[in-house]
């Protein structure tokens, strides 16, 4: 089975969609991502779903848990690159996904990121 | 078997009189008297109707040859008629004027024979009966039209999205929210999004006349798709009976709402980084209206 590759980024990692979701990858990939936080302590996740064309109930929820598992190991996520007919879908589906972070493009959510990086400066004892 | 009345018979040759009872019907009843039609144009439509009138009436069953012609022209007159602004009753009456005319002359015609009068009457009370529920039903249906016409109209008029500055967009807001329109005004504001890449929207909803339950739920589902593309919206325009409404509604906008779009623009600005200062009157632009 394929799986979606993580990429680590200084301290956040990057995950790029670029096929279908099915079930069983998502999955995996909140699995892999889970162990890859653990083991990178990174401070911040993002997702980029610009090329996701359809979402579904499964795939908005597990959006959700991902940032929930990801807070809990003290990592923001940012979702980004939403296109406007998954954004109603969800909206639509009542998924809004309030404890997501969002960004229009990788951009953007990285700068996000570096943002609370450079805030969380003083507590992991690194500076930026 | 009783003899029928001759119809054909009886208005060739009391045609103009006809006209005549029927005209003085009309006028009596006011067709005239707002102006919205002339003397000669009523005169000539009676003749064209008569003459279709007889043939129909003419025929022993319900639907002669004539019908649909007759049907036909009685609908162009009804639909002019609506859209001059005659009322219901007007157009209607412009038929059932027939009645009293028709009647007479066959009374005079049939002096004395009671039965073929009684029987004649009936029979064509049946049938202008339906040729003016043909109008009516005409009337109402170009009404319609004229509504349908409209909404698309109106719909047609809704939502620009504005730009009011690198990546500030705003939404004027005109006229209720249904879910329909929602449905627009959603997709035009994501797409504005993506395509101006702004980070801020603002909702100005001036001129919603009321927000009850439901405009305010449409209207956080517009929030909670903006912010899934990464765009932060801010409410603005709340008028002061609507904010109490909704207060006493309950109805909770749990969004950052401004009273004008001046002051959101204000915190879209601020949010972005910009700032708005006073220039210095030596640096001012040259006055170019001396």
Same mark, same amino acid.
């Given at each position: 089975?394929?799986?979606? @590759?993580?990429?680590?980024?200084?301290? /956040?990692?990057?995950?790029?969609?670029?096929?279908?979701?099915?079930?069983?990858?998502?999955?995996?990939?909140?699995?892999?991502?889970? /162990?890859?936080? /653990?083991?990178?302590?990174?401070?911040?996740?993002?997702?980029?779903?610009?090329?996701?064309?359809?979402?579904?109930? &499964?795939? !908005?929820?597990?959006?959700?848990?991902?940032? /929930?598992?990801?807070?809990?190991?003290?990592?923001?996520?940012?979702? $980004? !690159?939403?296109? @406007?007919? $998954?954004?109603?879908?969800?909206?639509?589906? !009542?998924?809004?996904?309030?404890?997501?972070?969002?960004?229009?493009?990788?951009?953007?959510?990285?700068?996000?990121?570096?943002?609370?990086?450079? !805030?969380?400066?003083? &507590?992991?004892?690194?500076?930026? | 078997?009783? #003899?029928?009345?001759?119809?054909?018979?009886?208005?060739?040759?009391?045609?103009?009189?006809?006209? *005549?009872?029927?005209?003085? +019907?009309?006028? #009596?009843?006011?067709?005239?008297?707002?102006?919205?039609?002339?003397?000669?144009?009523?005169?000539?439509?009676?003749?064209?109707?008569?003459?279709?009138?007889?043939?129909?009436?003419?025929?022993?069953?319900?639907?002669?040859? #004539?019908?649909?012609?007759?049907?036909? =022209?009685?609908?162009?007159?009804?639909?002019?008629?609506?859209?001059?602004?005659?009322?219901?009753?007007? =157009?209607?009456? +412009?038929?059932?004027?027939?009645?009293?005319?028709? +009647?007479?002359?066959?009374?005079?015609?049939? #002096?004395?024979?009671?039965?073929?009068?009684?029987?004649?009457?009936?029979?064509?009370?049946?049938?202008?009966?339906?040729?003016?529920?043909?109008?009516?039903?005409?009337?109402?249906?170009?009404?319609?039209?004229?509504?349908?016409? *409209?909404?698309?109209?109106?719909?047609?008029?809704?939502?620009?999205?504005?730009?009011?500055?690198?990546?500030?967009?705003?939404?004027?807001?005109?006229?209720?929210?249904?879910?329909?329109?929602?449905?627009?005004?959603?997709?035009?504001?994501?797409?504005?999004?993506?395509?101006?890449?702004?980070?801020?929207?603002?909702?100005?909803?001036?001129?919603?006349?009321?927000?009850?339950?439901?405009?305010?739920?449409?209207?956080?589902? =517009?929030?909670?798709?903006?912010?899934?593309?990464?765009?932060?919206?801010?409410?603005?325009?709340?008028?002061? *009976?609507?904010?109490?409404?909704?207060?006493?509604?309950?109805?909770?906008?749990?969004?950052?709402?401004?009273?004008?779009?001046?002051?959101?623009?204000?915190?879209?600005? *601020?949010?972005?980084?910009?700032?708005? =200062?006073?220039?210095?009157?030596?640096?001012?632009?040259?006055?170019?209206?001396?």
């Amino acid at each position: 089975m394929d799986r979606i @590759p993580i990429l680590k980024m200084g301290d /956040a990692l990057l995950i790029t969609i670029q096929v279908d979701m099915h079930d069983r990858l998502a999955l995996a990939l909140e699995e892999d991502l889970t /162990a890859k936080i /653990a083991a990178t302590r990174a401070k911040g996740v993002l997702i980029d779903i610009s090329s996701l064309e359809i979402v579904d109930s &499964f795939i !908005g929820r597990m959006l959700d848990n991902i940032a /929930a598992v990801s807070r809990m190991l003290d990592a923001d996520t940012v979702v $980004v !690159g939403m296109r @406007p007919a $998954v954004a109603i879908t969800l909206v639509e589906l !009542g998924l809004s996904l309030t404890g997501v972070k969002t960004a229009l493009n990788v951009e953007r959510g990285m700068l996000l990121i570096q943002k609370r990086l450079r !805030g969380l400066g003083d &507590f992991s004892g690194r500076r930026s | 078997m009783a #003899a029928t009345a001759d119809w054909n018979g009886v208005i060739a040759r009391r045609r103009d009189e006809i006209i *005549q009872g029927w005209l003085n +019907f009309l006028r #009596a009843e006011g067709a005239l008297q707002t102006g919205r039609i002339k003397d000669a144009e009523l005169q000539s439509e009676c003749g064209r109707v008569l003459a279709l009138v007889a043939p129909d009436l003419a025929h022993a069953g319900d639907r002669s040859p #004539a019908s649909d012609e007759l049907s036909q =022209t009685l609908s162009a007159l009804s639909r002019s008629r609506a859209l001059q602004g005659f009322t219901p009753s007007e =157009t209607a009456n +412009f038929v059932l004027g027939l009645k009293p005319a028709l +009647f007479g002359a066959v009374a005079a015609e049939y #002096a004395g024979q009671g039965d073929l009068i009684a029987a004649a009457t009936l029979d064509a009370t049946r049938k202008l009966d339906r040729l003016a529920l043909i109008t009516i039903e005409a009337y109402q249906r170009s009404r319609e039209e004229v509504i349908i016409r *409209q909404q698309r109209e109106i719909s047609e008029l809704s939502t620009p999205v504005v730009k009011l500055w690198d990546g500030i967009l705003a939404l004027p807001l005109i006229g209720t929210l249904d879910s329909e329109r929602t449905q627009v005004v959603m997709e035009n504001l994501l797409q504005s999004i993506v395509d101006t890449s702004a980070e801020i929207a603002i909702i100005d909803i001036t001129g919603v006349p009321t927000v009850d339950t439901l405009v305010a739920q449409h209207l956080l589902k =517009t929030v909670a798709a903006a912010r899934l593309m990464g765009a932060d919206c801010v409410v603005s325009g709340i008028r002061p *009976q609507i904010a109490q409404t909704m207060v006493h509604l309950g109805v909770e906008l749990n969004v950052v709402s401004k009273a004008s779009l001046a002051d959101a623009l204000a915190l879209a600005l *601020q949010r972005i980084g910009k700032r708005v =200062t006073d220039v210095p009157q030596a640096l001012a632009a040259p006055d170019y209206s001396r």
